[in-house]
């Protein structure tokens, strides 16, 4: 059995990130990925089933590192929620006008199915927005019946408000706005 190279997987899921960000899904070829990934174009079938499973990898990953970055940064079981529901607005902001074509990702559909796996990966971002919402309000700081859904409308409004701005709002501008709308909301 061969043993598979972890570094060589991500380089590939790099590779694909970008062609897919720039291109439709349809219109990116396997042997693009394999030569911006500067491996044989049978090495991706090593790592991937299809190319199907390539794009759900990345977006994926791209779902993990935004979690990743934003669980560190915030720990929901302390600190005030108004900083915390400003840090996950800004940090994600910040996250896709750093990654485009990774954002592009993960906002656009492709004509393929939302898979399981990337749903799951999907939730972790919405679980930590709903905790801080949850630990506002049992802080008496935050007022909302239904933390769950507030948690998937900031998530929308922040994906809508980059793709509205389609990066000509200065970033800062469209996180206090964002922020605005939603402490104001959300505040008791």
Avoid at 69 to 97: A, F, R
Avoid at 164 to 173: K, M
Wanted: net charge positive; glycine share 6%.
């Amino acid at each position: 059995m061969q043993t598979l190279d972890e570094n060589k997987r991500k380089k590939i899921i790099a590779a694909a990130g970008k062609l897919f960000g720039k291109k439709d899904y349809h219109s990116v070829c396997l042997s693009e990925i394999a030569a911006e990934a500067k491996v044989g174009k049978g090495t991706l079938y090593v790592y991937f089933k299809s190319k199907e499973d390539l794009f759900s990898s990345v977006r994926i990953e791209g779902y993990m590192d935004m979690y990743r970055y934003l669980s560190k940064n915030i720990d929901t079981e302390s600190g005030d929620p108004l900083e915390h529901l400003h840090k996950i607005i800004s940090e994600t902001v910040k996250y896709c006008y750093r990654n485009k074509s990774i954002f592009k990702l993960l906002r656009a559909g492709t004509g393929t199915k939302m898979k399981p796996e990337i749903k799951k990966t999907r939730k972790k971002v919405l679980e930590l927005t709903r905790s801080v919402i949850e630990s506002g309000v049992e802080k008496g700081i935050l007022c909302d019946s239904k933390p769950a859904y507030t948690a998937n409308y900031l998530l929308d409004v922040v994906r809508s408000g980059l793709s509205y701005s389609d990066g000509q709002i200065p970033q800062d501008e469209l996180i206090e706005h964002i922020y605005n709308f939603f402490s104001r909301a959300l505040k008791k």
